[in-house]
Structures are given as structure tokens and as C-alpha cells.
């Protein structure tokens, strides 16, 4: 291979003798980044000069440290490439000089670059509806070819036109959404080597935090050591942090403020009026932050703050009173004296006070916001006392008391006209009413009481008043007494006078309704009473010819029907009544004559004679008359006393009273009650709330009962129970447990005293079953049952029993005589004769029974036949 060169080269020299030819070995070259190389240039010819140029046509000189140039010998010279770049591609230029000669020759370097990610940042963030600019700078050589990939599928602007690859391999996404995060695939292709390479990059959209507050406004009360509760929700990406801000102060956790873990719950303790204002939930996140205010309304309670008392003399043109007061919403102002009220039914404002006129113009109330005053004309000494200053609004009320003292000269009052009798000592009050406080002097006939000489005359005090007690001994105690009561006011003097009392005047009887033994007597109270009150009434009756029977009734308001009782039926009666009094006793009203009603008369057949004996008995009926009713609610309001009034008994003795009632609306009566016979009353209690009831009771003696007294009521409406009203006594659960252990004892004894007895019981069968005892008294009870069987077979024959019908037996109630009482007729019954006897013998009832041959059972009232 050499000698063809150089042959070749020998031709060439001597072809070319006279001129200077320059070649470039290799005449191109391709370099990778990084890599060095070096290119030779060879002359032919005499060349002083041999110099390279770069591609942009400078002149490479021997100090630049990537690209040198070395001169061999007179006819090479040397290019080297240090650490290739892309920016040292191009062609090179060798150029050789000999005086006016030149020759060059070219050599064109390639550079390539692998595929080389510069800067691709991941992950990439964007605010959604931003046009995103997803960067991906990609460096090669030749330059590479970018496509994008998300979701593994190829972007392609001509089917999304939000998307587009920019010529710097970019992709812009417009208005770029949350759906659009993930990850994006760059990826860079070289088509003349083949080379791929790709990056990965995450593309995070923020979203900008929305805010809604949980109530826009909420309202407070102050200064009740209450804490308020604002809250805000806020959503986002990434998750929003949320602060509360006030006057533009941003607040934090402490003793005022407090907020959760997220900052979205703020509380505000001890709220004050101060508190009151709007309030900034912030949410901040990368997107940016958004805010939403929420209003805090602070009312305060009506609260008086200023007051003044007072002073004023009687008869005064006017004295002022005020009031102010504090509050949100603004409060009204009211005034009250004792039971009168004083106000105006509309707030005032600046703009239209308030102004309220009493109807005799003494009283006027004039409001002006948040100040009422009080106008008193024309002062009395009725004026003196608290009046109540009240302060109202929406959320609540203050009282406060103001105080007038109204000074004036003493006012006597008391009872002029004082009545007792002599021995009774009675008192003449004097009543003072003044300011400032009065002394009181007692004087009789101008000389001051009592005097050294009087020992029956005493004077009492007792706070503003004064009391004169006097004895009278004589008619000459009897008279005027004069009372004066003075202070630094005035003075003021009144008469009393001590009357000599008198016994009253008769009642006088209006009518009487007679039953068969009893009376009701009506009459009118006396017409004076002398003076002093009726204590009693004396009643008295007697039969025609006879003495008079009497009985006290103590005297109480509206008494005007007395009772009397024990009357004999069918009989004239006269009967006077006087009225007592301290003083004495009445002349007695004039007599009234009335006659007591029959006893009624009924016969009935006899239905219990046997077949063969015909037999009718007259049996004397005389029912009762319905009792009178009264009524009393009790303290309860659910309960009701019923008392009754005996009337006519018919001429027998009440045995006892039936009571029965039931609410009006149901059909059903409640279980009927009896009452002894001396009893006046019962107590219904459990009754149902505000329902209208009906009571009757039935008076009931040994003929028959009554007709049924019958009275009507409505209970009372049910009250409100009183806040921490508690109750007393044992639960529940523990009166149940008593009453199974008192229950299952009451078993136990009942077994024990039938084990005993009468041989039977869980003990008696524990004991005849397990120890095969049968127990005391067993063998005893065997006896008795032979001897009954024996007994048995003894008679045939029938007993007969005759009984008369008035006669009681032991199956008929009311065993044994009467028991007398007040209704029993005073009189003896006469004495029967023989022939009394046998007559009613023979117009008795005979009643005839056959009984089963038994063991006979006889009694005081029985006979054998």
C-alpha cells in the first residue's frame, strides 16, 4: 500500500511541480459527544504557511484549549478535537501559502449526541383552569423528535385542540383540570440513529379551596359566661389550612379563642358585647386562599344602671323618679306601685318617646331611649313606698327597686265606735299613719288617760299604732276618748267613743219542714246584734203541754237552717230559738207550731210458707228521706268532700249511708262505698283533673233506703308542677319487695295455724308424706267424724222451725236490738199487757221451714216444732 502512495504522490509532484496542493486525512469524520479525534493535513509543495479555520471562519489559534492546531513538520499540520461538543460540528478548513501561492482542503466533522433530558422537573404543579406548560427540554445529535403519552395513549393536538406539543417539545395544556393529573410520558426519538429514551413526569393540578361557613350569622348573649361556636368547611387540593382572622388580626388558641385541630371550628369564650362583629374564615392552600365571613351578633340583657330615691313633703307639686337602663336590643322601661302599673305598650326611641297619663293626670311616665322618669303631681302621703323600675327586652328583664319617702303630719284611723259591757274589757285602737314617726297621747274630757287616780285604763303600742284598753266598771266608763298623734309635721286628733252593748234582738223563724223525726227551721239573724257578735243559737222544742227541750248551735257566717232531731213521728211540736251574744241571751222568738210527718204503712205477702199454709205479713215500711249534699274541694284540687244532712229516718234508726259517684262522661260507677251511720261526710280523693263528676248517697235504715241525695261538682283544672318540686318516702321497687315479704309471711303463718288446727297445709303434707306422721290432733279429728256419722242415722225425722218475721236470725242483718241514737224517739214505748201480746201473736207472720235432719242449730229467737 505504501509504494502505490507513493507512487501516486510521485506522479502528483511532478504533475503539479509548479503548484501547492493541500489534502485533509480523513476528509470527513463522525464524533460522539465526549470523544476526541485529530485530522491531518498534508502539502505538497514548498508552503511556508499551513493554518486551519473553524467552521464559523475564524482562524483556530494554537492556545484554544478544545480545538489545537499543531505544525508537524514543513508539510503537515495537526487538528485536534478535544472532548467534542455539538457546537464543534461544521466543516474545517485547511489552508497552505507559499509567497502568492495558496491551496486548501476541507474536512466536514459530525457530531452526535445521544439523547440527553436537560431539564425535566417531576413532579410539575398547576392551578386548575391555568394553561399548564409541562416543560420536557430534550438535547441530541442529530435533534430529536418528542411525543407525549398519558394514560399510555399518544397526545394528538389534532383530536384534542387543548392539547399542543410547542416546537421546544413543551406540551400546553389548556384550562387544565383536576381529571387531568397523572403521569405524562416524554418521550425523544432519533430517526437516523434509532435512538429512544423517555422521562416519566407527575402532574399534580391544585385546586383553589372553596369555603362555606356553617351559619353566616350567629347571635350570642353577653355577659353570661356563655362560649359561642363559628365554623367554616373548606375543601381543596391539596387540603386548604384554615384560619379565622378579626379586625384583620389573625387569632390564635388562648384564653379568649380556641380552635380545633384544623382550624375550622373557632370558639369564643366569656362573650361580651366588645365580641360583636364580623368574622374571616380563611382557607390558604398552593392554589391560593379564599375567605367567607361569618357576623356574630351580641345581645346583651336589659340591665338597669342608674336610679335615684326620693324625698318629698305631702302635697308637693311633683317629685320625679328615673331610671336608666342598658340593653340590646334597647330595653322598655315599665314602672309598678304596689298592684298599679305604669307604661306604654310601644318602645321608645329618639324619635318618638314614650309618654303615659294616668286618668286622674297625677302620673305621667315619660321614656326616652334607654331613661324613663316617674312624674308624681300633687303629692300624697299614699305615694310613700318601693316602686319597681323594669327593664325589659327580647332577652331578658332586670327589676330594681326606687324608694319615695313622702314626709307627713300624722292621719288617725281605727274604728270610731268601740262596744262591751261592763267587767269586759275592750280595746279603742288609734291607728297612726305618719313620717316621720308620731307620738300619741290619749285624752277623756280634756285630762290625759290614764291618770294616777284610773286603774282601769291601760295604754298598749305596738309599732304605729296605739291601743286603749279600758275596763269599764260603771256607766260612767262609757263616753268619748280622744286620741292626738303629733310630729314635727303636724298634729292630728280624733274621737273614739266606748258604747254600752246590748243583748241582741230575736231571731225571728221564718218556716219549719217537719219530717217524721226531725226539723229543719229557717229564720232570719236578728235584726241588731247589740253591738257585739252572735256567739250561739239556743233552740228549743217541746210537745204541746210539756217542757221545753233545748240545744245550743254555735253561730257561724250564713247560718240561717238549723236541724233538730229525735222527734217522734205524727206528733205537734212547737218550737222558739234565741240569739246569744257577750253581753246575754235574746228574748226568745215567738213560737212556732208544726206537726212531724207519718211513718208510711205497706203490705207485703209472704213468699216463704210452705204450700199448704196461706199466710200474709204486714211489715211497717218507713224508708228514710234522701239526705241534703254538700260540697268542699279540697286543698288538692283532685278531691272532694261530700257532707250530708240527715233528714227524715222514716222512724228508724239510719244503719248506715251508700255513696256512689262516677264521672259524668262514663257510664260505669266506681265501687260503692258504706259509711257508718254516724258518719256526716267522705272524702273522694284520686278524682280525674277538670272532669265533671256525679256523686249520690242513699241513707239506709232497717226498713229500707232512700232516695238518692244527688250532687254534681267539676274538679279543678290540673296545676303546673313547681321546678325542683320532689317528692318524699320510698321508691317504687321498695313498697313491692315489702309487700311480697309481708305477703309470703302472711302464707307462711296461714300454713302453720291450718297445720295445727285443722290438719292441713304444705306441713301437714311434708310431714304425712316425709316423716309419716299425721300430725296433732289427727286422732281427735277421727273421733269427731264417727261420732257425726253416727248422729246421722239417729232421727228421721224433720225440725220444724217457726220464727216470726220481726224477729232477727243469725242470716239477717242487724243481730241483736238497735243501737239507740240521735234520731231515737225520746219516749218510753208503753208497756204491753197480756192481751197485747196474744193479739200480735195472732197478726204475726207463722213461718214454717223444714229442715234437713242435722245436728240441730238453735238460738234465742227458735223453737222446735
Known amino acids: 500500500m505504501l509504494q502505490i502512495r507513493d507512487i501516486l504522490w510521485g506522479f502528483l509532484y511532478i504533475a503539479c511541480a509548479a503548484a501547492i496542493q493541500v489534502q485533509v486525512t480523513p476528509t470527513h469524520r463522525e464524533i460522539s459527544v465526549g470523544e476526541s479525534k485529530f485530522f491531518l493535513c498534508e502539502v505538497v509543495g514548498d508552503a511556508k504557511d499551513i493554518d486551519w479555520f473553524a ?7 494554537p492556545n484554544n484549549p478544545n480545538v489545537q492546531v499543531n505544525r508537524n513538520d514543513e508539510t503537515t499540520s495537526t487538528l485536534t478535537i478535544y472532548h467534542a461538543d455539538v457546537d464543534d460540528a461544521g466543516i474545517y478548513k485547511c489552508v497552505a501559502r507559499s509567497g502568492d501561492k495558496e491551496a486548501q482542503a476541507t474536512v466536514q466533522v459530525k457530531i ?8 425535566v422537573p417531576s413532579p410539575q404543579e398547576f392551578n386548575e383552569g391555568d394553561d399548564a406548560d409541562i416543560i420536557c427540554d430534550v438535547v441530541g445529535s442529530p435533534v430529536p423528535f418528542i411525543l407525549w403519552k398519558h394514560k399510555g395513549v399518544r397526545i394528538q393536538s389534532n383530536k384534542d385542540v387543548r392539547y399542543n406539543v410547542m416546537d421546544n417539545g413543551h406540551l400546553l395544556i389548556r384550562g387544565i383540570k383536576k381529571t387531568d393529573e397523572g403521569a405524562y410520558n416524554c418521550e425523544a426519538r432519533v430517526m437516523e440513529t434509532g435512538e429512544i429514551n423517555f422521562k416519566m413526569i407527575n402532574v399534580v393540578v391544585n385546586v383553589l379551596p372553596t369555603i362555606r361557613a356553617r351559619q353566616s350569622e350567629v347571635n350570642a348573649t353577653a355577659d353570661m359566661g356563655v362560649s359561642i361556636l363559628l365554623a367554616c368547611d373548606a375543601d381543596g387540593f391539596p387540603e386548604p389550612a384554615v384560619t379565622w382572622a378579626y379586625n384583620n388580626v389573625i387569632l390564635e388558641s388562648g384564653d379568649k379563642y380556641s380552635l380545633n385541630d384544623d382550624g375550622s371550628e373557632l370558639v369564643i ?3 361580651i358585647k366588645v365580641d360583636e362583629g364580623d368574622y374571616t374564615c380563611i382557607a390558604r392552600n398552593k392554589a391560593g386562599e379564599m375567605s367567607q365571613e361569618v357576623s356574630l351578633n351580641v345581645f346583651v340583657q336589659a340591665k338597669i344602671t342608674y336610679m335615684n330615691n326620693q324625698t318629698a313633703t305631702e302635697f308637693d307639686d311633683e317629685v320625679t323618679l328615673t331610671c336608666e337602663a342598658s340593653g340590646d336590643p334597647t330595653p322598655s322601661i315599665s314602672w309598678s306601685f304596689q298592684n298599679r302599673m305604669f307604661s306604654e305598650g310601644e318602645q321608645a326611641s329618639w324619635t318618638r318617646p314614650d309618654q303615659y297619663e294616668s286618668h286622674d293626670r297625677n302620673i305621667v311616665v315619660r321614656s326616652h331611649a334607654r331613661v324613663s322618669s316617674l312624674l308624681l303631681k300633687n303629692v300624697d302621703f299614699t305615694y310613700a313606698g318601693q316602686y319597681l323600675c323594669t327593664a325589659s327586652n327580647s332577652i ?6 326606687v324608694y319615695l319617702e313622702v314626709r307627713y303630719a300624722p292621719k288617725i284611723l281605727g274604728v270610731v265606735a268601740v262596744y262591751t259591757w261592763e267587767g269586759n274589757p275592750a280595746n279603742i285602737s288609734c291607728e297612726v299613719e305618719a313620717h316621720p314617726g308620731a307620738s300619741v297621747t290619749w285624752f277623756r274630757d280634756g285630762l290625759q288617760v290614764p291618770s294616777v287616780n284610773t286603774t282601769n285604763v291601760k295604754i298598749y303600742s305596738k309599732q304605729s299604732n296605739s291601743y286603749l284598753e279600758v275596763s269599764p266598771e260603771s256607766q260612767s266608763d262609757f263616753g268619748s276618748y280622744n286620741c292626738t298623734a303629733t310630729n314635727a309635721m303636724g298634729t292630728e286628733s280624733k274621737e273614739f267613743l266606748l258604747i254600752q252593748a246590748e243583748v241582741p234582738s230575736s231571731p225571728e223563724i221564718q218556716q219549719v219542714e217537719p219530717f217524721s223525726s226531725s226539723a229543719v227551721v229557717e229564720f232570719d239573724e236578728p235584726d241588731s246584734f247589740g253591738g257585739v257578735p252572735i256567739i250561739k243559737y ?6 204541746d203541754g210539756h217542757g221545753w227541750t233545748g240545744k245550743e248551735y254555735d253561730a257561724t257566717e250564713d247560718l240561717t237552717r238549723i236541724t233538730i232531731v229525735g222527734l217522734t213521728p205524727d206528733t205537734i211540736y212547737e218550737v222558739k230559738m234565741s240569739a246569744v251574744n257577750g253581753k246575754g241571751e ?5 213560737a212556732v207550731k208544726f206537726k212531724t210527718g207519718p211513718i208510711r204503712l205497706s203490705f207485703t205477702p209472704s213468699s216463704e210458707a210452705p204450700p199448704l199454709i196461706v199466710t200474709t205479713s204486714m211489715a211497717l215500711k218507713g224508708e228514710p228521706s234522701a239526705p241534703k249534699l254538700e260540697a268542699m274541694v279540697q286543698n288538692q284540687g283532685n278531691a272532694l268532700k261530700v257532707n250530708w244532712i240527715k233528714q227524715d229516718d222514716g222512724g228508724s234508726p239510719i244503719k248506715h249511708y251508700l255513696v256512689r259517684y262516677k264521672a259524668k262522661h262514663v257510664s260505669d260507677w266506681k265501687p260503692e262505698i258504706r259509711m257508718p251511720h254516724s258518719s256526716e261526710y267522705v272524702v273522694l280523693g284520686g278524682l280525674d283533673w277538670n272532669t265533671e263528676y256525679e256523686v249520690r248517697v242513699v241513707a239506709v ?3 229500707g233506703k232512700s232516695e238518692p241525695g244527688i250532687l254534681s261538682f267539676r274538679t279543678a283544672t290540673e296545676p303546673t308542677t313547681m321546678p325542683g318540686a320532689s317528692g318524699s318516702g320510698l321508691s317504687t321497687g321498695a313498697i313491692v319487695g315489702i309487700l311480697i315479704v309481708v305477703f309470703f309471711a302472711l302464707l307462711v303463718a296461714v300454713d302453720v295455724t291450718c297445720y295445727f288446727l285443722n290438719k292441713c297445709g304444705l306441713l301437714m303434707c311434708i310431714a304425712v308424706n316425709f316423716c309419716g306422721k299425721a300430725g296433732p290432733g289427727a286422732k281427735s279429728k277421727d273421733m269427731e267424724e264417727g261420732k257425726a256419722n253416727f248422729t246421722k242415722d239417729e232421727s228421721k225425722e224433720p225440725i220444724v222451725e217457726v220464727r216470726t218475721e220481726e224477729e232477727p236470725t243469725q242470716n239477717q242483718e242487724g243481730v241483736g236490738p238497735a243501737e239507740p241514737n240521735e234520731t231515737t224517739p225520746l ?10 201480746v196474744k193479739t200480735e201473736a195472732n197478726n204475726t207472720a207463722v213461718e214454717v221451714k223444714t229442715v234437713p235432719n242435722e245436728a240441730p242449730q238453735t238460738n234465742g229467737n227458735e223453737s222446735k216444732a
Open 538 to 543: 239556743l233552740v228549743e222544742w217541746r210537745l
Open 827 to 836: 219516749t218510753e214505748p208503753e208497756k204491753k199487757t197480756k192481751d197485747d
Open 55 to 61: 467552521p464559523n471562519g475564524e482562524k483556530i489559534l
Open 701 to 703: 235504715n232497717q226498713k
Open 586 to 590: 235574746s228574748e226568745s222568738s215567738a
Open 269 to 271: 369564650k366569656d362573650v
Open 112 to 119: 452526535f449526541q445521544k439523547i440527553t433530558f436537560k431539564n
Open 396 to 401: 331578658g328583664q332586670d327589676n330594681q327597686p
